[in-house]
């Protein structure tokens, strides 16, 4: 399979995958803008190339928020995308206190392309909540989710100075926006 044909298939199976889910904005975003979005954030501002990384950020949520197993990624994707999915995968079963505790504690140990995946997703994360928030959410709620990533990507180790300059800048951003 082409580097090219695997990022595709993955787009696709992405977007089955959570064909009915939305995102919690004003507007109610088709959920796969968000894993479309921290592929093209590890592509454009990372420089990032590898297609294994791109497809495994765009497949990162489906263990996490569909039926998917791991067995249909190793199927469809391979053992690394897989891997680094599962990598970037919270465990459901935990409280959510313990599973964002659990975030901050285990970046310190990913691997360079989970690392990756994640500044992707939280630099998503945080332009969505900073431009169109989900409508639940306080500026309380928007700033403690501000600090929480930044206590993950802080601990995560340093391998991409565009994608971290960028997640501060952005941080920062998301920031002024609210207070």
Same mark, same amino acid.
């Given at each position: 399979m082409s580097h090219n044909q695997l990022i595709l298939? #993955?787009?696709?199976? #992405?977007?089955?995958?959570?064909?009915d889910q939305r995102r919690q904005d004003e507007? +109610?975003?088709?959920? +796969?803008?968000?894993?479309?979005?921290?592929?093209? #954030?590890?592509s454009e501002i990372g420089d +990032?190339? /590898?297609?294994?990384?791109?497809a495994a950020a765009l497949?990162? /949520?489906?263990?996490? /928020?569909?039926?998917?197993t791991p067995e249909e990624l190793i199927d469809n994707?391979?053992?690394?995308v897989c891997r680094l999915v599962q990598e970037v995968t919270d465990d459901k079963s935990l409280p959510k206190l313990e599973r964002k505790q659990k975030q901050i504690d285990h970046a310190a140990e990913l691997s360079e392309g989970a690392i990756l995946i994640k500044l992707g997703d939280k630099i998503s994360n945080v332009t969505d909540i900073t431009n169109t928030p989900p409508t639940s959410w306080d500026?309380?709620?928007?700033?403690?989710?501000f600090d929480w990533a930044e206590k993950v990507i802080n601990n995560c180790p340093k391998?991409?100075?565009a994608l971290e300059n960028y997640f501060a800048k952005s941080i920062k951003t998301g920031r002024e926006s609210i207070e």
């Open positions: 298939k #993955a787009t696709h199976f #992405a977007a089955q995958k959570h064909r507007e +109610i975003s088709p959920y +796969i803008n968000h894993p479309i979005s921290v592929a093209r #954030a590890i +990032i190339e /590898d297609p294994e990384v791109l497949l990162h /949520d489906t263990l996490e /928020d569909t039926e998917t994707f391979g053992e690394k500026s309380k709620r928007c700033l403690e989710y391998v991409n100075q």
